[in-house]
């Protein structure tokens, strides 16, 4: 069974920093594409950044040039470092394996930037 264990969110003053992290128990971590989403109080669930197995990286427009996104195949480990944030960065947070068959999501994590 495919566990997602994430840390880091927390509240942030705007313009600062967070540092989300996911750690995954799948065995097939290294040969699929993982990454971040987050999703605002009525709002659709968005993809925030992804890497693929060979290293191919994704960013949604918004958080380009401040947020990246690496991962760790012998940790098993996705971080989301996320520079100069802003307002509109609060959400919930969710780590995403994306296999074949079916995607494993995290439990969430909240984010919250307010002065």
């Known amino acids: 069974q495919v566990q997602l264990v994430e840390s880091g969110g927390g509240l942030v003053q705007p313009g600062g920093s967070l540092r989300l992290s996911c750690e995954a128990s799948?065995?097939?971590?290294?040969?699929?594409?993982v990454g971040w989403y987050r999703q605002a109080p009525g709002k659709e669930r968005e993809l925030v950044a992804a890497v693929t197995s060979t290293g191919n990286i994704n960013y949604v427009d918004s958080v380009k040039g401040r947020f990246t996104i690496s991962r760790d195949n012998a940790k098993k480990t996705v971080i989301l470092q996320m520079n100069s944030l802003k307002p509109e960065d609060t959400s919930v947070y969710y780590c995403?394996?994306?296999?074949?068959?079916?995607?494993?999501w995290g439990q969430g994590t909240q984010v919250t930037v307010s002065s």
């Open positions: 995403n394996l994306k296999t074949t068959f079916r995607d494993y």
């Open positions: 799948a065995s097939f971590f290294s040969i699929i594409t």
